[in-house]
């Protein structure tokens, strides 16, 4: 019973962390105005650069991935402190479960934000920040370079973003190639965050996706 909740507990406190919203907190704090209620109305990073800058949005970005970061984190190095002789089927290490359903749970909060409605983020900068932990920093800095591949070659910030998801998983089962069940549950977090992006996806297709210094809104 201590094990389950244990795993409850964190799953709660990664959820909560992933939930700050940190775009409406910045917009409204220092910019004296909601990033809800311009461009696309989204609170993630690149709707935060359009409505607060280079400044503004370069803050959301550093809040969401700390966030992540910080929540799998307490997954990996806390939260197995206070399991007993926790055995886990198709995990050779508690602690990678544990620092897995951080990661997922976070980028769960920022994507369902209880705060605001149940609508967040898109939850790839939580993600990548949680990657540096659950994964490893050089898996994490390959997901991280092809994010910036694809926006340099297509203009798209969606499109990096989608790209990186969908590595999500393989980067998991890289790295977790023994523990299938963390490797697993991280590449539900992956595909969640392609699904956050299915309204990109559907105007990058139909060819009226916002790029990078246009000056059209976007849904992104």
């Known amino acids: 019973m201590q094990n389950i909740a244990v795993l409850l507990l964190l799953s709660l ?25 311009e461009g696309s109305g989204n609170i993630g990073f690149t709707n935060s650069m359009r409505s607060m800058g280079k ?3 370069g803050a959301v970005f550093v809040g969401d991935f700390l966030k992540g970061m910080l929540a799998a984190a307490i997954g990996l190095y806390v939260a197995p402190i206070f399991l007993t002789g926790a055995q886990f089927p198709l995990c050779e290490n508690p602690a990678e479960l544990t620092a897995a359903l951080a990661t997922f ?3 769960m909060g920022h994507i369902f934000c209880p705060w605001l409605g ?9 993600a990548f920040g949680a990657s540096f932990i659950s994964m490893s920093v050089p898996v994490a800095c390959i997901l991280f370079g092809a994010f910036l591949l694809v926006v340099l070659a297509t203009k798209y910030v969606s499109a990096g973003s989608v790209t990186a998801a969908a590595l999500y998983p393989l980067a998991a089962f890289v ?12 590449s539900v ?13 559907v105007r990058i297709k139909n060819g009226t996706e916002r790029k990078i210094g246009a000056s059209k809104k976007s849904d992104n």
């Open 13 to 37: 406190v990664s959820f909560l962390l992933g939930s700050i919203p940190c775009g409406v907190l910045i917009s409204k704090v220092f910019f004296h105005k909601d990033v809800r209620d």
């Open 55 to 57: 400044v503004g949005g």
């Open 105 to 107: 749970f976070a980028t």
């Open 118 to 126: 149940w609508k967040g983020g898109k939850g790839i900068s939580t």
């Open 175 to 186: 790295t977790h190639w023994n523990s299938p069940l963390p490797a697993l549950i991280l």
């Open 189 to 201: 977090a992956g595909l969640v965050v392609i699904w956050a992006h299915r309204g990109n996806i």
